[in-house]
T-cell receptor, first 115, second 112 residues
């Protein structure tokens, strides 16, 4: 079946604007993860969900970042009042098993550029 | 503080040669350790997952080892191919919250 998909693939926005990044996990996958990855670095954990419940949001940098997964499938990561330091690749991953115990499959990412 | 450190930061070898990448971690309590391969511009792809009781696991030409006592892991690549050029990232999961702690990766370049 289809893998994890993310949209948009590229997003350029002006400082101060809000952006919403979408992740469509593999069908039936219980867990969904959001990561941010700077160039040349490993992914940095942001938050994750089991079904629709947000289990851990300790990695969200500040209160401008929020995420939801209202029906336990598609998730949206929202960044309000974007700043230039928010520019990065945002990656989503899903896993069949809950709570990080299983294989994670990554989407292609959304490259966010804040000008 | 839970941390994962990898060495070397980058490595260049000739096609056909073997190499070993290192990972040290301080994550506790430990759940599992994973190695991912990430091609430039692509998402990470899992190579192996090892739990506490496993000390070696192979996936084709990739062999990962784990020493849970010393909190060290290695990824050995045999008979390297040009397609092995990528970043290799060590990731450790903490049993307390299953959060994945990612290393910064080793950038491997295979030259013909």
């Amino acid at each position: 079946g289809a893998g994890v998909s993310q949209s948009p693939r590229y997003k350029v926005t002006k400082r101060g604007q809000d952006v919403a990044l979408r992740c469509d996990p593999i069908s039936g996958h219980v867990s969904l993860y959001w990561y941010r990855q700077a160039l040349g670095q490993g992914p940095e954990f942001l938050t994750y969900f089991n079904y629709e419940a947000q289990q851990d949001k300790s990695g969200l940098p500040n209160d401008r970042f929020s995420a939801e997964r209202p029906e336990g499938s598609i998730s949206t990561l929202t960044i309000q009042r974007t700043e230039q330091r928010d520019s990065a690749m945002y990656r989503c991953a899903s896993s069949l098993a809950p709570s990080g115990s299983g294989e994670q499959y990554f989407g292609p990412g959304t490259r966010l550029t804040v000008t | 503080k839970n941390q994962v450190e990898q060495s070397p930061q980058s490595l260049i070898i000739l096609e056909g040669k073997n190499c070993t990448l290192q990972c040290n971690y301080t994550v506790s309590p430990f759940s599992n350790l994973r190695w991912y391969k990430q091609d430039t511009g692509r998402g990470p792809v899992s190579l192996t997952i090892m739990t506490f009781s496993e000390n070696t696991k192979s996936n084709g030409r990739y062999t990962a080892t784990l020493d849970a006592d010393t909190k060290q892991s290695s990824l050995h690549i045999t008979a390297s191919q040009l397609s092995d050029s990528a970043s290799y990232i060590c990731v450790v999961s903490a049993r307390s919250n299953y959060q994945l702690i990612w290393g910064a990766g080793t950038k491997l370049i295979i030259k013909p």
